[in-house]
Every structure is written in C-alpha cells, then in structure tokens.
C-alpha cells in the first residue's frame, strides 16, 4: 500500500506541474524526512478509511517560480496570494491522488488545505515521503497516515 500511495501522489504531481505549469521534467526520490526552514508547509488532511495528512513543503524559490508562471507576474517575496496558489497546487494534487485512488476499496476524502507546520508527536503506521526535482525547484512531500 505505501508505495501505491507514494506512486499516487508523485503521478498527480507531475500531471498538475505538466498541465498547470507546463513541466514535463520531473524526477523524485524517496525521503525520511526532509528540512525546509525557508519555506511554506502546506498541510492537506486526509480522513476515511485512512487518517492522517500530507505535508507539501515548498520552498521559498520554487513557490516563487509557480506562482510567476501561474500568473504571468513577477513576485519577489511570500504573500497572501503566494501562499493561497500554491495552497491550491496541493489541493488538486490531493484531489488527484484520491480519485486515482477511488478504485481501491478503501474510502477517504481530503480537507481544504491550510498553511502549517509538520510538527506533531502522534504516530502513524503509514510513514513516508520523497522530493520531486523540477526545474524550477524542488517540492517535497511527507505522508502520515493509519487505519481507521
């Protein structure tokens, strides 16, 4: 199960940066944990059959290069509508990853994303993350599921 969900969620974010940001290159690999001090977490619940989240980590460069390609404008620092269009990329990356996922028999929906931290002491049985290298940054990701 894990590494169908990890494949799901590194699919729907290369098919989200192909069609939304026009990137078609795009390489992951697997993490423990990643550290991304200057940079925005974005944090989408994930509730069901499975529980948990999905920490996007975004950092500082890579938020900044999305949202000049998604507007056609120049931002040189975070903002309110930075921090809202990249909220929105792991929405529908999210959104993605549960309908690819709508098969299987298990039955989960997410929670609008909200900008936070990925610091919690609760354990989880489903643990796993990875970083996807763009070209214009990378975007890593941190799993934290169990069962219901």
Same mark, same amino acid.
């Given at each position: 199960?894990?590494?169908?969900?990890?494949?799901?969620?590194?699919?729907?974010?290369?098919?989200?940066?192909?069609?939304?940001?026009?990137?078609? !290159?795009?390489?992951?690999?697997?993490?423990?944990? =990643?550290?991304? #001090?200057?940079?925005?977490? *974005? @944090?989408?619940?994930?509730? /069901? !059959?499975?529980?948990?989240?999905?920490?996007?980590? =975004?950092?500082? #460069?890579?938020?900044?290069? *999305? @949202?000049?390609?998604?507007? /056609?404008?120049?931002?040189?620092?975070?903002?309110?509508?930075?921090?809202?269009?990249?909220?929105?990329?792991?929405?529908?990356?999210?959104?993605?990853?549960?309908?690819?996922?709508?098969?299987?028999?298990?039955?989960?929906?997410?929670?609008?994303?909200?900008?936070?931290?990925?610091?919690?002491?609760?354990?989880?049985?489903?643990?796993?993350?990875?970083?996807?290298?763009?070209?214009?940054?990378?975007?890593?990701?941190?799993?934290?599921?169990?069962?219901?």
């Amino acid at each position: 199960m894990l590494d169908k969900l990890y494949k799901a969620f590194i699919d729907a974010t290369y098919n989200v940066f192909n069609l939304m940001l026009n990137i078609s !290159e795009i390489s992951d690999h697997p993490l423990d944990e =990643f550290s991304c #001090d200057n940079g925005i977490d *974005i @944090v989408v619940e994930i509730v /069901g !059959e499975l529980q948990g989240k999905v920490i996007y980590k =975004f950092p500082v #460069d890579t938020s900044l290069n *999305i @949202v000049n390609i998604m507007s /056609g404008m120049e931002f040189d620092e975070v903002d309110v509508f930075v921090i809202s269009a990249v909220s929105e990329i792991a929405n529908i990356i999210s959104g993605n990853v549960i309908t690819a996922l709508s098969d299987n028999e298990l039955r989960y929906d997410i929670l609008p994303p909200v900008q936070g931290t990925s610091d919690d002491d609760k354990e989880y049985e489903i643990k796993t993350g990875g970083c996807i290298i763009t070209p214009i940054g990378e975007v890593c990701l941190d799993l934290r599921l169990n069962r219901a």
